[in-house]
């Protein structure tokens, strides 16, 4: 079975996959962007299916991995967002939260491969080794433009004079 007639076989389950996302009480707007990355994941890793197995049963696998990725996503969030408020507790009072376009100003001041980084890993929210292939560089050179990125928007921020 090909890539696409494997891809094309899973469409019927389309809905199934949208009804398991909604009751794991994922919103339904979110419920089609996950059924959208099983599809994409499905794509990528169509040799790891056997025919001798179940597709529905395969696509739950990868829905559940989605799933949990989902959350870790929102886990690491949250902790991220805990530590930094936890970093400097004196400028949360002190100090206006940023906005949208805040982070696009500091964005357009780091280097051209830092911002490229920041803009895949913490606002697209995607994995070191993806963001390291849709570059082409090995994936501690992500690790090390984030970590110089960071500590230069932390500068960046730290020194702003706007009002």
């Known amino acids: 079975m090909t890539d696409e007639e494997l891809v094309e076989a899973a469409r019927?389950?389309?809905?199934?996959?949208?009804?398991?996302?909604?009751?794991?009480?994922?919103s339904p707007f979110d419920a089609e962007d996950m059924a959208q990355q099983v599809y994409l994941r499905l794509w990528k890793y169509s040799s790891r299916?056997?025919?001798?197995a179940s597709l529905?049963?395969?696509?739950?696998?990868?829905?559940?991995?989605v799933m949990l990725d989902a959350r870790r996503g929102?886990?690491?969030?949250?902790?991220?967002?805990?530590?930094?408020a936890m970093e400097r507790p004196e400028a949360v009072g002190a100090r206006r939260f940023c906005v949208g376009d805040d982070v696009a100003w500091a964005l357009a001041k780091l280097p051209e491969a830092q911002g490229e980084v920041v803009r895949l890993?913490?606002?697209?929210?995607?994995?070191?080794?993806?963001?390291?292939?849709?570059?082409?560089i090995p994936v501690g050179t992500v690790k090390s433009r984030m970590s110089n990125a960071l500590k230069e928007l932390r500068r960046i921020f730290e020194d702003d004079e706007r009002p």
Do not use: D
């Not at 696509?59 to 991995?65: C, D, T």
């Open 74 to 84: 929102a886990i690491r969030r949250s902790q991220r967002e805990e530590s930094w």
């Open 56 to 65: 529905l049963t395969f696509l739950h696998l990868v829905a559940r991995q």
């Open 121 to 136: 890993g913490v606002i697209e929210e995607r994995p070191y080794a993806e963001i390291a292939e849709r570059l082409g």
């Open 49 to 52: 299916y056997r025919p001798s």
């Open 12 to 26: 019927k389950y389309e809905k199934v996959i949208l009804n398991f996302f909604v009751q794991c009480g994922v």
